[in-house]
């Protein structure tokens, strides 16, 4: 049995993937915004150990979710799930970028972390000279390439945890909307299969996949140069840092 932590868990992929795993045996704690959505979330997920609530946009209240995670002991994974698509450049960056970031350093390191990107951080660009100038400039489309990067960057510095990114496809969401092409089911099972599963297609790291394949992903993701870069904008801004491999 596993004890998994997963942002942005009060409905949507996040909902459907700590079902499936409560489902499989596992014991899982949610994460929502606010009280109110956390509790919506346990009355929805029967069997979840725990809900957290933080606002992701708020760089004091992830770092205070960290300790709260902590604080549960360690988990063996952590799926990076929480996201945000039609809002405003700043809170992208914040919820996408700076929160998966502060949790990744903060936390106990986990044995697996799965973070979720998105198809479309293909075209995104690095823009990493606008993270203190003009954040506005930043898109959803580079937000995700930033998750990817930092993926990666955890793969690197820590070989002893299966580190790896997820694309879960356009699905019918409240994010993706009702027309979403793409099998939802599909959509959660990647991260679910990643967190728990012994196969050994799954027992990697550093890799990038969509429906349990691996897939090409964007080759600035793997520039260690901006990678190092990324980690040390990210560190001035937030005042915490990625830990080496301990």
Request: aromatic share 8%; charged share 25%; proline share 4%.
């Amino acid at each position: 049995m596993a004890k998994i932590f997963i942002t942005g868990s009060a409905d949507g992929l996040g909902q459907l993937a700590a079902k499936e795993l409560i489902d499989l045996g596992h014991q899982v704690v949610l994460h929502a915004r606010n009280t109110e959505r956390g509790k919506q979330a346990i009355n929805k997920t029967p069997g979840a150990e725990d809900v957290l609530t933080a606002d992701l946009s708020s760089i004091e209240e992830t770092k205070t979710l960290a300790s709260k995670v902590n604080a549960l002991g360690r988990f063996d994974a952590v799926i990076h799930n929480a996201g945000v698509y039609r809002t405003s450049a700043k809170e992208i960056f914040n919820v996408n970028t700076l929160a998966p970031y502060i949790l990744t350093c903060l936390i106990q390191k986990p044995k697996r972390l799965i973070y979720l990107s998105s198809g479309m951080h293909l075209h995104g660009r690095s823009k990493l000279d606008s993270f203190k100038t003009d954040s506005s400039r930043i898109s959803y489309s580079d937000s995700k390439l930033y998750v990817v990067m930092l993926c990666m960057a955890a793969a690197r510095k820590w070989p002893d945890v299966y580190s790896n990114a997820v694309d879960p496809g356009w699905v019918p969401t409240k994010m993706g909307g009702r027309g979403a092409p793409d099998d939802l089911q599909k959509g959660y099972e990647t991260q679910v299969w990643l967190a728990v599963s012994n196969d050994e297609k799954a027992k990697v790291s550093g890799r990038y996949f969509f429906h349990q394949k691996e897939r090409h992903h964007n080759p600035e993701a793997d520039n260690v140069q901006l990678q190092e870069r990324f980690l040390n904008l990210c560190e001035e801004i937030t005042g915490v840092s990625l830990p080496n491999n301990i």
